[in-house]
Nanobody
Framework: QVHLVESGGGLVQAGGSLRLSCAASGSIRSINAMGWYRQAPGKQRELVADIPNSISTKYADSVKGRFTISRDITKNTVYLQMNSLKPEDTAAYYC??????????????WGQGTQVTVSS
């Protein structure tokens, strides 16, 4: 079994910052891509940022220049530093990792979600 546990969400005023963490545990042979999605009430889940390896990253246009994704493969952890937060960033944030339990066979695993609320 593989478990992803997120932390770091909460309530913050517009312009503030939060740092989300997501740590994977269990029978992990290797991890490929890591990423963060978010879902606001009444909206579809959308990609916020992903980091397929230690070199490249991708961001949604709405968060470019404000959010930074990073990973620590030694800790099976992905982070999302969120600065200059806006009310429209309010959503449940989910981490996802592509993990191999059996060598060479990767599946996506999701965290349970952490709520981020930005007040105006």
């Amino acid at each position: 079994q593989v478990h992803l546990v997120e932390s770091g969400g909460g309530l913050v005023q517009a312009g503030g910052s939060l740092r989300l963490s997501c740590a994977a545990s269990g029978s992990i042979r290797s991890i490929n891509a890591m990423g963060w999605y978010r879902q606001a009430p009444g909206k579809q889940r959308e990609l916020v940022a992903d980091i397929p390896n230690s070199i490249s990253t991708k961001y949604a246009d709405s968060v470019k220049g404000r959010f930074t994704i990073s990973r620590d493969i030694t800790k099976n952890t992905v982070y999302l530093q969120m600065n200059s937060l806006k009310p429209e960033d309010t959503a449940a944030y989910y981490c996802v990792m592509t993990i191999a339990v059996v060598p060479g066979t990767y599946y996506p695993y999701w965290g349970q979600g952490t709520q981020v609320t930005v007040s105006s």
